[in-house]
């Protein structure tokens, strides 16, 4: 069977950066894009793609890399019509719910028109199936938990989660009406190592060290399905293979967390246990834009690849804070 070939966008960002590898690791000719913006760090997203081209080149050199901003269709279309890709991984967007509300114009244009871009591109190109990430903020404020896949979404608290929900509905269309293979992925509060430096776990690791003030809104009392990086990736590659074996739904929807959500406190008190160190707190009240709790339940997703990885939160903050050590010189 030839090597397949996948284009994955947004593939120096925190997730794209180890679903890349992962695939990379399992033999599937990688494409990698991106348009290596500012929204947070430069430096780090050239360091992860520094490290890609490195396990490219001890894999056959299966990876490429591409830096394009998918809102240029023009040199999008280009790329598609040079390459011939199996599947599409679209992972590119404007990421972060806080920064959605004051900046809603630059959600609209990546996560929309750009999203609408590349699924077209899929659509006209005979791609055989379209995954892309969505997001556990689609379920908003719902008191219903754990959130399952059949729950209605017609509430988005933020901006980023209206683009998100968007996004399932347009897929939902091409799915209909071109036949489109479409995977949503819901994914839960993702962290670890070469993580995003505007989540919550790298913002509080960087206080922690630096003697910073740290921000604990609602009082801490916030539940999040904390989900660990390679639980997220090692699935993917599980789908992605698993979907090779026969014929599957045109559109589909699965959650990815850990299924296990713990109070903000508790995140925190772990944190200073790990490290042996203290916060400096400051209780605030509720954001704007944020949801109370989240809590995934992945039983579609186990019931088709199987049981998925349910790192606990103590191994997974282990593993996050002795990267983050040694990648900050700390």
């Not at 950066?17 to 947070?40: M, P, R, T, V, W």
């Not at 750009?114 to 899929?122: A, R, S, T």
């Not at 199936?129 to 938990?145: E, L, R």
């Not at 997220?232 to 599980?238: F, G, L, T, V």
């Amino acid at each position: 069977m030839s090597v397949q070939k996948i284009l994955v966008t947004g593939s120096v960002g925190f997730i794209g950066f180890h679903i890349c590898k992962a695939l990379i690791e399992n033999g599937y000719q990688i494409i990698g894009l991106d348009n290596i913006s500012d929204y947070y760090s430069v430096e780090l997203k050239n360091n992860r793609l520094k490290e890609l081209k490195r396990i490219g080149s001890k894999h056959k050199n299966l990876f490429r890399f591409k830096q394009l901003n998918i809102l240029d269709k023009v040199k999008i279309s280009e790329l598609f019509e040079r390459e011939s890709f199996s599947q599409v991984i679209h992972l590119a967007a404007q990421a972060g719910v806080r920064y959605s509300i004051d900046n809603p114009s630059a959600y609209v244009s990546t996560n929309i028109q750009g999203f609408f871009n590349v699924i077209d591109l899929c659509k006209s190109h005979g791609v055989q199936h379209f995954y892309y990430a969505s997001s556990s903020s689609v379920y908003g404020n719902q008191t219903k938990k754990p959130f399952e896949e059949t729950d209605r979404v017609d509430n988005p608290i933020s901006i980023y989660a209206a683009t998100k929900k968007t996004n399932e509905l347009m897929a939902y269309t091409y799915s209909h009406l071109y036949g489109l293979e479409t995977t949503a992925l819901r994914f839960f509060t993702v962290y670890g190592p070469w993580g995003r430096p505007d989540m919550a776990p790298m913002i509080f690791l960087d206080a922690l060290f630096n003697k910073k003030k740290i921000y604990v809104f609602n009082n801490g009392n916030l539940k999040r399905d904390f989900t660990y990086i390679t639980d997220i990736s090692e699935a993917i590659i599980r789908l992605i293979h698993k979907d090779q074996e026969g014929k599957i739904e045109k559109y589909r929807v699965f959650n990815i967390g850990n299924s296990e959500p713990i109070l903000l406190l508790e995140f925190i008190n772990i944190l200073e246990s790990i490290t042996g160190r203290t916060f400096i707190r400051e209780n605030m009240s509720m954001q704007a834009g944020d949801v109370f709790h989240t809590h995934a339940c992945v039983n579609n997703l186990e019931n088709y690849i199987g049981v998925i990885g349910h790192t606990s939160i103590e191994n997974g903050l282990a593993s996050f804070v002795a990267w983050f050590k040694k990648y900050y010189n700390h």
